[in-house]
């Protein structure tokens, strides 16, 4: 059996690496994929493609294992970034991190070895599990570091090759194993934010594709402009810190783009504001359609899923209702549905219907 890893300089990837070199019978060659991002925008801050790739040759020359560097930097433009750039333009709150994956690590990359290979691992946790030639996406074991929300997008092809041996380990055994391999990496930390960025901080990135375009930042319960700021676009829906007002916490309920508005509440009634009911569209089922409405959901990465009903509705839509209301749902967010330890697909939130507030048809001024 010929294997494919996808290292990156991280501990997980690393760990799983040697976990497959050392547990299954078969010929590997590791894999480094460098992203456009990392040349193109490296002035916007320190960029770790370079440590990321020394730390990569001493774990493969460690393991005797050939490495070979894919670059990707137009394929993540044109299939991620663009994307990205353009929902964040359009006022909406976009998942990279999951294009990522679908596009390049199990898209762009499959597309590359042209079926040279007979399975791709990576440090992901999570699992597959084949049912009667149907491949399922599963939970991992650790809760906290489960990341089958960013693989939600997975096809049956895409699965049926893919191989994830971080899925029944939590992140301490991990490290232990790193120790015990002795592993250049053992004490770095965990990679945080969105797949392509590194260490380049996001309102930088974003400012360097959609500049600056000021406008107010209005309280929606009054219709008062508390503040100013430099472009919705800096702004998602449920976001509390860099809002710069004083007297909070604020926190951020909707954006009016038509009117380059960011409407906050307050911590006393910013709750009262937490929504129940959301449409999904562009739906993507991994294994087929659910047979029971009777789901949990994720909006966001994290350890706990919510239990909805999920109902099919006219063109493809579903119509989900929550079990407990949520403060930070935002268009073009990602709910992934879930049937106990098995992750299901997702869809994308779409616009809320409701009308433009009246405190900015009406404003009631400046405090």
């Known amino acids: ?32 994929l460098k992203i456009w991002l990392e040349d193109d925008l490296a ?20 393991a005797g294992i050939a490495l070979h560097v894919i670059p990707f930097q137009q394929q993540y433009y044109e299939r991620v970034v663009d994307h990205a750039i353009a929902e964040l333009k359009a006022g909406r709150t ?15 990359f499959y597309d590359e070895i042209d079926g040279a290979f007979d399975r791709v691992v990576t440090g992901h946790y999570a699992g597959v599990e084949e049912k009667d030639g149907v491949f399922l996406l599963k939970r ?3 809760g906290v570091k489960d990341q089958t929300y960013f693989l939600s997008h997975l096809n049956q092809a895409q699965l049926s090759r893919a191989h994830f041996p971080l899925g029944v380990y939590v992140k301490s055994d991990v490290r232990r194993l790193a120790r015990e391999l002795d592993l250049p990496n053992q004490g770095r930390k ?5 797949c392509f960025l590194g260490k380049i901080k996001y309102n930088e990135f974003v400012k360097c594709h959609l500049g600056k375009r000021p406008g107010r930042i209005v309280e929606i319960e009054t219709g008062k402009t508390l503040g100013d700021h430099d472009g919705y676009w800096f702004f998602t829906v449920g976001q509390r810190r860099g809002i710069g007002l004083a007297g909070g916490p604020w926190y951020v309920v909707d954006k009016v783009v038509e009117d380059d508005v960011v ?3 307050h911590q006393d009634g910013y709750r009262d504001r937490a929504r129940r009911t959301f449409v999904v569209t562009n739906v993507h089922w991994i294994a087929g359609e659910p047979a029971d409405e009777r789901l949990t959901v994720k909006v966001r990465h994290g350890p706990v899923a919510v239990g909805c009903t999920c109902t099919a509705a006219d063109g493809g839509r579903y119509q989900v209702q929550l079990d407990m209301p949520d403060t930070g749902i935002a268009a073009g967010q990602s709910a992934v549905f879930y049937d106990g ?12 219907d409701r009308r433009q507030p009246d405190c900015i048809t009406s404003p009631a001024g400046t405090a």
């Open 1 to 32: 059996m010929k294997i494919a890893v996808l290292i990156s300089g991280g501990v997980d990837s690393s760990v799983a690496l040697r976990l497959v070199q050392s547990t299954m019978d078969c010929s590997l060659e590791a894999f480094y």
């Open 43 to 62: 002035f916007l801050g320190d960029c770790p493609w370079e440590a990321d790739l020394e730390l990569v040759r001493r774990i493969c020359d460690d």
């Open 94 to 108: 976009p998942s990279p991190d999951i294009l990522c994956n679908s596009e390049i690590k199990f898209g762009a």
């Open 140 to 142: 991992a074991r650790d």
């Open 190 to 194: 965990d990679s945080q934010g969105l």
């Open 263 to 265: 409407l906050v509440s």
């Open 341 to 352: 330890d098995y992750c299901l697909g997702r869809g994308i939130i779409a616009n809320s």
